[in-house]
């Protein structure tokens, strides 16, 4: 049997051209954070299955994760998101450091599920969080900082929008509105959760299906056209619900305030699943028709550290996954070309007996912080020009029989097209040359 | 049953501090290695475990190798070493690229394995290989990225040697001067690999113990006690061995070329256990007599391609373990102070009414490129300064009643006590100031 060269199903192989792309995206995810003052952090690969029992029970531990026993016997599991560890994190520290705590981190993270678009086994996923931020701030700052990043990337409210809600204003339209039991609120979460993904007949049938009386119905749906900031007051004064008992309300005249209205749109359907989140919730997502989607999902939870009985401390934050934004990137064609990698200078030689002075030439310069690719073998010189394209040089080097003989090189900078010969060993001159 | 806040064991929480540690390493391996032209690659996590089996043989999998059956029964393991996945990946692309093939990656590994010094069960290592480079210049250039990588955190040959030799040597003395069966090879290499771990006297006992007649016995002691290339060449010469069948005998002279033979030390033990090297075996190793250890191995090896029935391809490479690293740095004192994070300037209001104003310097700076840290609470003046030391911030703003009141700010540059004040909407100004 002849072992396969393909990688794990639902993973990638990063070849130099891809890695290049998700190092640009990283880095731009580190930039960023690094603008807003949050500091890195990264937790190991395997954490205990406890772990994400008690932040998210049972379900997705038997559905979705990859877990084992190790040699043993401790049940551990590929971590498949990382709040959990940060929360872990955090719990160790929270009473020694000063508040608020910003940390970002780029963690790869593993979910056993079929492959298909925007979803594979394997995905890196940019986390930030703030612990301990005033009401409201913590909340801002993160979506700002979504913002931020999306810009870095040349995005702008063209291409992605903030669909953002409040779960504290789906409880009161839920319990006090509807009357609904804890069970039945449960159900319709999940409800609301999928309705994106539901046609409009089907919801209607499943909304007939729930306990729900008529007028109750009637508030729901209405609650479900709500389609702005402004429809939403309104229905929350009928309502007779305090607009300040609603953080929402205050957030949207802050982004106002720094002209970020113009991302954020209110979306009623919009929970973020069944999930640990308390307050304000957000997805960023693609405006282009033909890729509706989430990019980035996130939100407010009050009570991660009560896991670990601490004291409560609120938390903000999102998750940003790297296949999904590379298909948003691609999409609205904001990548880069990558694929030729750079350096500064290609050497050649177009004779055998130039490799030592070649060898030396390339040690003398990567001492200066030059980066030299060094061609092994001779080169006839028309090649030279394909190769140096190909590496991404920015100057290429000959060394021609007769140069070798004279201790000459001649240098050529491939931009401008000017080519200027050098004594092989005066490094400062070659070194002004190239700057 | 409270939940533990600890890692899991044998892996790491890395802090902001210990991480910025983590990040600095990984940017000289990053910058090294492009010195050189490498390209960055990666792979994924999770390999079939028929690809370690494949290189390995079953020792290492059924040892330490972190491994369990997915939910589809596909056998797979946390990659244990980041040399199959390299193989795995080549073998899909090495007809279609020019040669030699330079890569290097930093992934994390796995590593069942009883914690202790240097030895955890997840740690990072830098992967360098080249692969297709003519003969001994790619040994050449791989140790010569070995040594700048070390030269760039400010050690030199006081700090680290290179323990090198040649497994044609071995060979060569195994089988042609001691005229052992493979069998009798196989365990003279287990027992010349551990030879620095036994004392004397275990080790003659163990020597005892062979099949080896007295006078094999004797040359074999005689090729063990040589510990310079000049001793290995009269050995040679004396055992009627042709020295250009040696390749470490002109790699030696290469590197007396470039002036790198002081870092470099003929090691009869160096054979790197029972892997899959065939040619030049090294070990950067930590010259403080504390802490006698390799930081690093690697070797020439020429036949990885073959477990997927591809042609041979010659190939030379290393990995450097994190862990190790840090250890080596730490002993050195080479390792700077990162106990503060870097921000440009802190932004603090005294008075919460200043609250607005401090959110919308922010965004206007950080628009400008300059990372900022909000201090979302009013903060005594006294303790700004503690803050933004912390902080690491090179600015700190402030905000008092009076300056909210006049649209005012106060910006201090933090290293040479000048304070400046500033309409609040100057940016440009403000930029300035902080250029």
């Known amino acids: 049997m002849t072992l396969s060269k393909k990688p794990y199903k639902g993973t990638r192989d990063f070849f130099p051209e891809e ?38 029970g049972e379900e997705l531990i038997n559905d979705q994760i990859y877990s084992f026993n190790d040699r043993g016997e401790r049940f551990v599991a590929i971590r498949p998101e990382m709040t959990p560890t940060v929360a872990r994190m955090v719990a160790q520290v929270h009473r020694e450091v000063s508040k608020p705590i910003r940390w970002y981190s780029i963690p790869n993270l593993y979910r056993y599920e079929r492959p298909q678009k925007g979803r594979l086994r394997e995905h890196w996923q940019f986390n930030v969080d703030v612990f301990g931020a005033p009401e409201v701030l913590g909340e801002l700052e993160i979506i700002q900082l979504g913002i931020k ?96 008992s609603i953080e929402l309300i205050s957030l949207d005249e802050k982004l106002k305030d720094l002209g970020l209205s113009d991302y954020v749109v209110f979306d009623p359907t919009i929970v973020r699943g069944l999930d640990y989140y308390t307050g304000i919730v957000f997805e960023i997502f693609d405006k282009n028709p033909e890729n509706r989607r989430a990019i980035c999902g996130g939100g407010s939870y009050a009570n991660i550290l009560k896991i670990f009985n601490e004291p409560s401390l609120p938390g903000v934050g999102f998750g940003l996954g790297d296949v999904t934004l590379k298909d948003f990137l691609k999409t609205h064609n904001l990548l880069p070309d990558f694929s030729s990698p750079k350096v500064d200078i290609i050497l050649t030689t177009q004779d055998e007996t130039g490799l030592n002075s070649l060898l030396n030439l390339a040690h003398s310069l990567r001492s200066n912080g030059i980066s030299v690719f060094t061609q092994l073998e001779p080169l006839k010189i028309k090649k030279v020009f394909t190769l140096a394209d190909k590496k991404g040089a920015s100057f290429a080097a000959l060394l021609g029989t007769q140069e070798i003989q004279d201790g000459l090189v001649q240098i050529k900078n491939l931009s401008t097209k000017d080519q200027k010969e050098f004594k092989i060993d005066s490094i400062d001159e070659i070194k002004g040359y190239l700057a």
């Open 149 to 244: 990043l999306m810009q870095s990337f040349g995005a702008n409210s063209n291409h992605f929008e903030i669909l953002i809600n409040d779960r504290a204003i789906v409880d009161k339209v839920f319990k006090e509105l509807l009357k609904c039991s804890e069970d039945e609120c449960y159900k319709l979460y999940k409800l609301v959760d999928r309705s994106k993904k539901l046609d409009k007949e089907k919801f209607t049938t499943q909304i007939n299906e729930t306990t729900l009386n008529d007028e109750a119905k009637l508030i729901f749906n209405e609650y479900l056209a709500l389609n702005s900031i402004e429809s939403l007051k309104n229905f929350l004064t009928k309502n007779s619900i305090d607009e300040k």
């Open 19 to 56: 890695k290049r792309i998700r190092d640009y995206m990283f880095s731009k995810m580190k930039e960023t954070a690094e603008l807003f003052a949050y500091e890195s952090y990264d937790g190991p690969l395997l954490e205990e299955v406890e772990l994400y029992k008690a932040k998210s």
